[in-house]
């Protein structure tokens, strides 16, 4: 029987454990999936520091987490952090404290690494021989763009999320066409680089999206009321059940955005920045579907830690 594997990403918005047990060739079977939100990042692109409270958010589910990693007798851990921390001024206190709970070093991931670890986790289950794939992972503060066959061939990262849009242009409820009008600019100028850097991006076979804002448009689109693993992962959504979903969100006050079928109280005020994003991407690059999955950059976590063993 294989050792016990785990990979913790303290993101912007939400905090995420996957646990798996090494089988063979990089490969593992997912033991617990979790993820709560925790806004971390809250505030962090106005004031350039990370709130008290939301290090305290974190911290408590990393003591849930540390449970966890107990039971199932983990011998291993890699734990990151993203575009919050890396922003933050004073991301030394959240830190220090969250590797005393975990007993681990938390590696400050760059967004290129981010993109790399995303493009492994989303990929690899998939046909090489049906790339190239494209994909998107729109986090809280940052949004990840990777392109490759087997191997991540090329990527960018874009100061662009669903968090820090949200906190930047949406000041009204619902929001006025203004604000959504600024907002989705910013998104087709950052875009715009991405055409730039990953010229192939007409090339790919398939878009791939991953993270919060993909799964939740998934679960609306579908109309589930709770959460289900089977039936996100690998759902296809086509344009104009996104295009639909943008319509639903950002016409909508926060209570009837809340009434949405699987939409959590801790996504609600951050999903307007992040169906922003996943709209704009789907109109400049003019993909007909894009592919849910659920395996992302903890996926890909994990792969290296049984492909260094």
């Given at each position: 029987?294989?050792?016990?594997?785990?990979?913790?990403?303290?993101?912007t918005?939400?905090?995420?454990?996957?646990?798996g047990?090494?089988?063979?060739?990089?490969?593992f079977?997912?033991?617990?999936?979790?993820?709560?939100?925790?806004?971390?990042?809250?505030?962090?692109?106005?004031?350039?520091?990370?709130?008290?409270?939301?290090?305290?958010?974190?911290?408590?589910?990393?003591?849930?987490y540390?449970e966890?990693?107990?039971?199932h007798?983990?011998?291993?851990v890699?734990?990151?952090?993203?575009?919050?921390?890396?922003?933050a001024?004073?991301?030394?206190?959240?830190?220090?404290?969250?590797?005393?709970?975990?007993?681990?070093?938390?590696?400050?991931?760059?967004?290129?690494?981010e993109?790399?670890?995303?493009?492994?986790?989303?990929t690899?289950e998939?046909?090489?021989?049906?790339?190239?794939f494209?994909?998107v992972?729109?986090?809280?503060?940052s949004?990840e763009?990777?392109?490759?066959?087997?191997?991540?061939?090329?990527?960018?990262?874009?100061d662009?999320?669903?968090?820090?849009?949200?906190?930047?242009?949406?000041?009204?409820?619902?929001?006025?066409?203004?604000?959504?009008?600024?907002?989705?600019?910013l998104?087709?100028?950052?875009?715009?680089?991405?055409?730039?850097?990953i010229?192939?991006?007409?090339?790919?076979?398939?878009?791939?999206?991953?993270?919060g804002?993909?799964?939740?448009?998934?679960?609306?689109?579908?109309?589930?009321?709770?959460?289900?693993?089977?039936?996100?992962?690998g759902?296809?959504?086509?344009?104009?059940?996104?295009?639909?979903?943008f319509?639903?969100l950002?016409?909508?006050?926060?209570?009837?955005?809340?009434?949405?079928?699987?939409?959590?109280?801790?996504?609600?005020d951050?999903?307007?920045?992040g169906?922003?994003?996943l709209?704009?991407?789907?109109r400049?690059?003019?993909?007909?579907?894009?592919l849910v999955?659920?395996?992302?950059?903890l996926?890909?976590?994990?792969?290296?830690l049984?492909?260094?063993?």
């Open positions: 029987m294989g050792s016990v594997i785990a990979a913790i990403d303290c993101g918005n939400s905090t995420r454990l996957l646990i047990r090494r089988t063979h060739n990089q490969e079977r997912t033991l617990v999936r979790e993820t709560t939100i925790t806004q971390l990042g809250e505030g962090v692109d106005r004031t350039q520091n990370l709130s008290l409270a939301a290090i305290d958010r974190v911290l408590a589910t990393l003591l849930m540390k966890q990693l107990q039971k007798q983990v011998s291993q890699r734990m990151v952090a993203t575009s919050a921390v890396r922003d001024e004073n991301s030394q206190i959240f830190l220090e404290a969250a590797e005393e709970i975990i007993e681990t070093k938390v590696e400050v991931l760059s967004g290129v690494e993109a790399r670890l995303s493009f492994a986790g989303a690899n998939l046909e090489k021989s049906k790339g190239p494209f994909v992972d729109i986090g809280g503060g949004t763009f990777s392109f490759g066959f087997e191997e991540c061939d090329a990527y960018l990262s874009s662009i999320g669903c968090v820090r849009l949200s906190e930047r242009f949406i000041h009204n409820d619902p929001p006025l066409p203004e604000e959504l009008s600024a907002a989705l600019s998104v087709d100028l950052h875009l715009d680089d991405v055409a730039r850097e010229p192939s991006i007409s090339q790919a076979t398939s878009i791939i999206g991953v993270a804002t993909v799964s939740a448009t998934s679960m609306i689109e579908q109309g589930l009321q709770t959460y289900s693993y089977q039936d996100v992962h759902h296809f959504m086509s344009k104009d059940s996104i295009e639909e979903v319509r639903l950002v016409t909508d006050n926060r209570v009837g955005r809340l009434s949405n079928p699987g939409m959590e109280k801790g996504r609600v951050v999903i307007i920045g169906i922003c994003i709209a704009q991407i789907m400049k690059f003019e993909f007909e579907n894009l999955s659920e395996k992302d950059i996926d890909g976590l994990l792969m290296s049984s492909a260094n063993n």
